[in-house]
């Protein structure tokens, strides 16, 4: 089993925004793409919200043809139905980070709720992108120096390591 400190949840938004925008959701995904001992958590009901968003913003072609691909890169949780997906699957997943658009989950009164259920903590991209670093974890996570990212992020012909 992965570290939790080296698991990570998107939330829906940051998924699409990712595939559809790029900016600092592209940043934060490439950040943990890039690295094959990051881990990254989702569940069905998580990765079904992002599809239909894709599928609403874009074509339905390319939010099918998203799925397989976010499908192998991510660890899959199930989580009881009505929790809110992105938290559920760091609960489940074991997950610190939880990468998120949604304001209301990064207050100071639900951080203090989400904490008493889990430890993490819920950012946006842009702050993940300037507060993560791996060389600080991969001693601890993996041992020795940090050689830096050791795959091509944008490599959609992986299946998963």
Do not use: N
Request: charged fraction near 25%; proline fraction near 6%; include cysteine.
């Amino acid at each position: 089993m992965t570290d939790p400190i080296a698991t990570v949840v998107a939330d829906a938004d940051v998924l699409a925004a990712d595939l559809l925008l790029g900016g600092t959701a592209r940043e934060a995904m490439d950040l943990v793409r890039g690295h094959s001992w990051l881990r990254l958590v989702a569940s069905d009901v998580l990765l079904d919200d992002a599809e239909r968003v894709i599928a609403e913003l874009s074509e339905t072609s390319l939010a099918a043809d998203w799925r397989p691909m976010i499908d192998s890169l991510v660890q899959l949780v199930e989580h009881p139905e009505g929790d809110h997906p992105a938290i559920a699957c760091a609960l489940h997943g074991d997950a610190r980070h939880v990468l998120s658009f949604d304001d209301t989950l990064q207050t100071a009164e639900a951080a203090a709720g989400i904490r008493a259920r889990v430890e993490t903590s819920v950012k946006s991209p842009d702050q993940f992108v300037r507060l993560f670093d791996p060389a600080a974890i991969y001693p601890e996570v993996v041992g020795g120096s940090y050689p830096g990212p050791d795959r091509d992020p944008r490599d959609s012909d992986r299946t998963g390591d």
